[in-house]
């Protein structure tokens, strides 16, 4: 006998199982799994009923019982289960429960070699529910971790005492840590994190850094260089355009219309058949290339038509890891 839950996690394992083996027969495959071979029989019965939606004939699992039948030794074949194989993909509250686990973790933890890694995983995760059409749903807002207080700390007497900083900063951009020297000017909260605005020497403009992915701050025996800036208001966003920034001009098919609201846009146009004209500014174009990746193909990066090209380029790049044929 064979209960139903034993049997779906026999199945789970069953395909992956066929995919990986030519030639094995119904007897091996019995043996294997630890059952008698008619109840394997029975499993497959059930993959020839199973796929993707739509039940078309080409979206099923394709057994081939005639290669039991026929030969003495019974050799198991299955066909058309490719899908089984691919990642599975997070579901926006399953999402949304990891971030704010990880969030509580990194807040909680005091081993600072651990928060580089959940950086990335945060940065990751982050970014992947930013493709519905609207905003993860659950924010998360911690006390400071032991660490975060501390930088705080010292920022904080940075600012008071006029002296520069040095940081060693998680770039998720790059995926890197980087040193770099700032300038502090003032610390600020928004949107569910803390911030200190500095200028940086590194970028030799003024720059919003994230506290929580400060992995080291440390001040610097040199005085603060003036700079005329006013005043940073988080209000109306964390966005804020440089000089150097480059225009880009996005065009969004209806399913991709969510860019331009959940992303600073300059102005948007109709195109007709519920298309849309985006312009933005972007400070770092590889972000711009990662989300057009990202969308596809629902945006497509028209101006700058540098910008588009390199999309194009890391595109064919992309797929020529899957099939080396394209490259």
Same mark, same amino acid.
């Given at each position: 006998? #064979? *209960? ?6 026999? $199945? ?27 109840? =394997? ?6 993959? /020839? ?11 099923? =699992? ?15 074949? =299955? ?9 599975? %993909? ?18 909680? #933890?005091?081993?600072?070699? #651990? ?25 998360? &807002? ?24 040095? $940081? ?5 951009? +790059? ?14 909260? *928004? ?9 940086? &020497? ?24 003036? &700079? ?8 109306? *966003? ?12 996005? &065009?969004?098919?209806?399913?991709? +219309? /969510? ?7 300059? #102005? ?6 519920? +298309? ?6 972007? *400070?770092?174009?590889? /972000?711009?290339? %990662? ?24 595109? +064919? ?11």
């Amino acid at each position: 006998m #064979s *209960g139903a839950r034993e049997q779906v996690s026999r $199945l789970l394992a069953l395909v992956p199982y066929l995919q990986t083996r030519t030639d094995v027969s119904l007897a091996q495959v019995a043996a294997d799994f630890g059952v008698r071979p008619d109840q =394997i029989m029975k499993d497959l019965k059930v993959l /020839w009923m199973c796929g993707l939606p739509g039940l078309t004939p080409d979206k099923m =699992i394709d057994v081939d019982f005639e290669a039991i039948e026929d030969d003495p030794d019974g050799v198991v074949r =299955i066909d058309n289960a490719d899908f089984l194989s691919r990642p599975v %993909r997070l579901g926006s509250s399953e999402a949304s429960a990891l971030i704010v686990a990880l969030r509580a973790l990194r807040e909680g #933890s005091p081993d600072d070699a #651990s928060h580089e890694v959940i950086d990335r995983c945060l940065v990751k995760l982050e970014d992947a529910t930013a493709s519905g059409t609207a905003t993860p749903p659950v924010a998360l &807002h911690l006390p400071q971790s032991p660490t975060a207080l501390r930088h705080s700390a010292l920022l904080e007497e940075a600012i008071r005492t006029n002296r520069q900083a040095r $940081l060693d900063y998680y770039v998720p951009t +790059r995926d890197e840590t980087t040193r770099r020297t700032v300038d502090p000017l003032e610390l600020l909260s *928004g949107e569910g994190h803390d911030y200190l605005d500095a200028w940086c &020497h590194v970028a030799q403009a003024r720059r919003l850094f994230r506290l929580d992915r400060m992995h080291s701050v440390e001040i610097v025996d040199e005085a603060r260089q003036e &700079h005329d800036l006013t005043p940073r208001d988080l209000s109306d *966003g964390l966005f804020e355009p440089g000089p150097e920034d480059i225009e880009a001009v996005l &065009h969004l098919e209806r399913s991709a +219309r /969510w860019v331009a609201d959940y992303y600073p846009v300059e #102005s948007v146009a109709e195109l007709g058949a519920g +298309r849309l004209e985006a312009r933005l500014r972007v *400070g770092d174009p590889r /972000w711009l290339v %990662r989300l057009a990746l990202r969308v596809a193909p629902g945006l497509t990066v028209v101006e700058p038509r540098a910008l588009s090209e390199e999309v194009a380029r890391t595109a +064919r790049a992309t797929l020529g890891l899957y099939d080396p044929a394209r490259s």
